[in-house]
């Protein structure tokens, strides 16, 4: 990496698509931001230390022998760099995040206050069980709400996030049919299904086949039932789909799975569209995850760890993971090993050292519990009110493939269709950074061409909504009108458009100092 005049480094050649010359440049003070090392250099330091004697008879001849080059910064140089990095990184506190199959909802503070209780926040897993009857009384509450949510008859706590919810799923399933002596090798797939899902069921040792979607984006029902027999271990299926549609035909595909002697996996990381208005467990579903940190608000992503706890139909109750917990006259206990108890009975062992995410239950349960289940019909249904809000407001200017078809789930899927010549989805996602809205998800599901996938969650209200809706109809105008600048946007962002390929593939991840070639003696 070299250095410009003014001390900032070039950036490589396929990292950056240059901006047309009309571009006037970033707006405000949103300019791009040197490393740390452009700003201090070794030779100064913000703060004076007295020097240090010798302590070689401590380290053992390993003290440091000279400089590690960190930069000097004064306070201010230091606070101000820090400062001006957090104002580029867009977050759910700045505005309405489009991200489809994501649910980014606002993280209510009141959950933060609870999950930092120190009764909560500064236990260990490696403490008397007598000393945390709060925390376990926390787990198990949490516990039976989830079973009464989604009407099932066990669950487990312990997964730390939806794909390893998925695999504690298929594993219960795989210890079912190895119960009976039953060595079914496939599981079946719908096009409309999570990507995790395909990669979980490999993961776990089974092929995988997909199932096409009919003209609606849902399962296609007669191909599914063609496909059944007594290889398929189970099918998995994701409802609401990625398409953003409800599984109609939930029932008669459960029943069909389970009449060729499978269990029915649900991906239930959309399970916000429908909480406190279906049970999954009425719809013949064996086992299905649930993503803590989308459906009841904690952190997602980078906000913090996650949660994917499992819950079981009676089938597969006894064959759930431990750890769990059991309520006693005498109090709470964790249940480490294998019992007779009708649940649990088989159980395929423990997937996780310890029981959970204590950070992430304390804050599920303080949104479970502050909602109340009426609070929680509502959050669904005006998840599902936004989201067609959004698709009916835009599908004059935008492509809406299965509009047609009745009103959307919880999120609205777009395409690129009727876009001018040289134009494409990934243009008008770049295009809404600059409108100042972090893209919508892009190119999934698979099933659409160009596909757009906007979820606005029940936490954005109208006016979020129509400042949003006003952003992606003007850019879906000039994309159809041709708008070929749409090729260079972002134009006012600190980063402009990037070589995504190349960037992916070539990164440079770490800052090299400039090596000046020294003037001969």
Known sequence: MTMLNEGRPTRPEHAEIEAPATTTGNRALMLEEPLIFEIGGASTSGVDFDPVPPVESRLGGLER????GLPGLSEQETVRHYTRLSRQNYAIDLGLFPLGSCTMKHNPRLNEKVARLPGFADIHPLQPVSTVQGALAVIDELAHWLKTLTGMAAVAMSPKAGAHGELCGLLAIRSALEARNDPRQVVLVPESAHGTNPATAAFCGY?????????????????????????????????????????????????????????????????????????????????????????????HGGGGPGSGPVVFSEALAPFAPLPFVERMADGYHLVEEETAEEHHAASFGRMVAFHGQMGMFTRALSYILSHGADGLRQVSGDAVLNANYILRSLEDVLDAPFGSTGPCMHEALFSDR??????????????????GFHPMTMYFPLVVHGAMLV??????????????????????????????????????????RLDETQAARKPVLVWEKPHLQEAAE
């Open 65 to 68: 022998k000279g400089s590690i």
């Open 418 to 435: 009727g876009f001018a010549e040289g134009l494409t989805t990934l243009d008008v996602a770049k295009g809404l950074i600059d409108e």
């Open 207 to 299: 092929k995988v086949e997909d199932i096409p979607a009919n003209a609606d984006g849902r399962v296609h029902l007669a191909a599914l039932k063609a496909r059944l027999g007594p290889d398929v271990a189970a099918v998995m299926i994701t409802n609401p789909n990625t398409c953003g549609l409800f599984e109609r035909d939930m029932k008669k595909i459960a029943d069909a799975v389970h009449e060729a002697g499978a269990y029915v996996y649900c991906d239930g990381a959309n399970f916000n569209a429908i909480v406190g208005r279906v049970r999954p467990g009425d719809l013949g579903i064996d086992a299905m995850h649930i993503n803590l940190h989308k459906t009841f608000s904690t952190p």
């Open 455 to 496: 979820e606005p969650t029940e936490t954005e209200s109208k006016a979020a909504l129509d400042q949003f809706i006003t952003a992606l109809r003007s850019l879906a105008e000039r994309a159809r009108e041709g708008d070929l600048s749409l090729r260079n946007a972002p134009l006012h962002a600190p980063r402009r």
